[in-house]
């Protein structure tokens, strides 16, 4: 039998969110560990993460994909807003519904995020003791600090003083998203991919994959609101400390957007965090040859873990 994906919905702040729940093959009387998983930038629940919810669902794992408020298939106006703030309270109330599932195993559910949202998953595990394991897939963990600046101006063919105006741009249009949100007026978009100045990724060998996207992910639209850049994650100091849960880090050698040296640095010396390193860049991690070695080791991690295995100590 193959696993089965069921629509679902929970709410936050009395606004519906969307998502799908896939199942293992197993007897519906048999409580399963489960997975939630939190999609990155702009992402939607029919963009990368059905692929690794099915992958987790044959390992065994009910797997929770979902929209966060303001996107795809879930309520909330303006449409286009990725606000972390709201995007993590969205995972929790995930979290919770994972839990209350009748078909889940309340104390073995894990998470797992990409990008984005594998700032959401650490900075969530950090406050809920609860949380069996964590994937962290390519985690933006700092929207500063966390970027390879140098590799990403030379991949989007920007010199330093072009860059300079490319970012004052998209700055520029930050702030006057943020004035017309104060004066209740529709939102000023970016692109999530165009042009340099218009969008938050300019990289021209992503156009490609991003050409992919809107045209296999049809509630995935490219523009976000501007006002996003004013409110990006930064990491906390002591955050991983927090997590009680066992963490694996999923990185990209060749990656501009998430500095692996970055993630290492925060994580050196922690018994709870693993490393996973793989040739690829950024956006391949979803694709092709390393989609496969990802998730096998995704899942292997998962199944072999707290949420999969043996239950914490303190269970």
């Known amino acids: 039998m193959r696993p089965e994906s069921l629509p679902v919905q929970f709410t936050v702040d009395e606004l ?14 048999v409580q399963v560990p489960a997975v939630v998983l939190a999609n990155g930038f702009s992402g939607t629940q029919d963009w990368i993460v059905p692929e690794f919810a099915a992958r987790f669902a044959e390992a065994g794992l009910a797997a929770l994909v979902f929209d966060y408020r303001h996107l795809g298939r879930s309520a ?31 104390r073995r559910v894990a998470l797992w995020g990409t990008s984005l949202g594998g700032s959401h998953v650490v900075e969530v595990a950090a406050d809920d003791g609860d949380v069996a ?17 140098k590799a990403k101006l030379a991949r989007a063919n920007l010199s330093a003083g072009k860059a300079v105006l490319v970012t004052l741009r998209l700055l520029g249009a930050a702030v006057i998203d943020a004035l017309r949100d104060a004066l209740g007026m529709a939102p000023r978009y970016l ?19 991003f050409s992919a996207v809107a045209a296999g992910s049809p509630t ?15 990491y906390r100091k002591g955050t991983l400390e927090r997590v009680r849960a066992p963490i694996l880090f999923s990185l990209a050698s060749r990656d501009v957007e998430v500095s692996p040296a970055f993630i290492k640095t ?47 100590m303190s269970a």
């Open 16 to 29: 519906i969110c969307c998502g799908h729940l896939w199942l293992p093959a197993a007897s519906p009387s």
């Open 76 to 106: 909330g106006e303006p449409r286009q807003l990725v606000d972390p703030s709201k995007q993590r309270s969205d995972l929790r109330a995930a979290l919770a519904y994972a839990r209350t599932h009748p078909r889940v195993d309340a």
């Open 133 to 149: 394991a964590v994937v962290c897939n390519m985690p933006a963990l700092d929207a500063l600090r966390g970027v390879d600046v």
């Open 191 to 209: 692109a999530v991919y165009g042009r340099p100045g218009e969008a938050f990724f300019a990289d021209p060998d992503l156009s490609g994959r």
């Open 220 to 234: 995935w639209q490219n523009r976000v609101a501007a006002r996003f850049l004013l409110h990006a994650p930064r």
């Open 266 to 312: 925060l994580a050196a010396g922690l018994p709870h965090c693993r490393m996973m390193e793989y040739d690829a860049g950024h956006f391949d991690l979803y694709h092709g040859d390393a989609f496969e070695r990802v998730v096998a080791d995704q899942a292997a991690f998962l199944v072999e873990s707290p949420a999969g295995g043996r239950l914490p």
